[in-house]
């Protein structure tokens, strides 16, 4: 079983909406959870990182946190097309970043 | 002023060669990290040194050597390489270990023939 599992896509919207990208995970103990951003060609850069239940507002961006349901989720507002990239869920495993295997949003014009 | 810097950006080789990467972080940050990008764009630890020590050796097959001189550095040196061996490879670097940040490296892209 991997620890994180993500939808691989694409993702496709439409400038201006609302972009959701969903990640689950496998260790109930897990308790740090960080979104990257993966251009095509580029290094992973960190959007957002969450440790509690809940929601976590960053300008367009939202984390959110479900850890009863071994959840974690990104929103991205008002979608624009350079939004378009891999999205990168990860959590802390054994004290290194386990990575999911990351969700390619289109942000169409 | 680049954080976290890696040489070279392309790596191409033979079989059965031996070649080094080099990290370097500029943020004085006391742990490195080397991570795996696959063809499926999969990303995979592979090792972590806290303050010179070595705190996480992956399912890596023992041709990977890293080799921490310093907090700032940690290299890779790749023995006998194997086509399955080409791949992107990052470093990565952090405060600690569990809650913070890692900032990655640009990435060495890896082809074996």
Redesign the interface.
């Known amino acids: 079983q991997k620890e994180v599992e993500q939808n691989s896509g694409p993702l496709s919207v439409p400038e201006g909406a609302i972009a959701s990208l969903n990640c689950t995970y496998s260790d109930r103990g897990s ?2 959870f ?1 979104w990257y951003r ?1 251009y095509s060609g ?5 959007i957002m ?1 969450i ?1 509690s239940n809940g929601d976590k507002e960053d300008g367009r961006f939202t984390a959110q946190l479900n850890k009863a349901s071994q959840y974690v989720s990104l929103l991205i507002r008002d979608s624009q097309p350079s939004d378009s990239a ?1 999205y ?1 869920c990860a959590v ?1 495993w ?6 999911g ?2 969700t390619r949003l289109q942000v169409q014009p | 002023d680049t954080a976290v810097s890696q040489t070279p950006k392309y790596l191409v080789t033979q079989m059965g060669n031996d070649k080094s990467i080099k990290c370097e972080q500029n943020l004085g940050h006391d742990t490195m ?1 080397w ?1 795996k990008q696959d063809s ?6 592979m090792f ?1 040194y806290n303050n010179k020590e070595l ?2 050796n992956e399912t890596v097959p023992n041709r990977f050597s890293p080799k921490s001189p310093d907090k700032a550095h940690l290299n890779l040196h790749i023995n006998s390489l194997e086509l399955g061996d080409s791949a992107v490879y ?1 470093c990565a670097s952090s405060v600690g ?3 913070n ?7 060495t892209r890896l082809t074996v023939l």
């Not at chain 2, 940040?101 to 990435?107: H, I, K, L, R």
């Open positions: 308790q740090s960080f993966q580029k290094s992973p850069e960190l990182f440790y891999t990168l802390i054994r004290r290194a970043l386990t990575f295997s990351g | 990290y991570y499926k764009k999969f990303l995979k630890i972590s705190i996480i990052f270990q569990e809650y940040e890692q900032f990655f490296g640009p990435g």
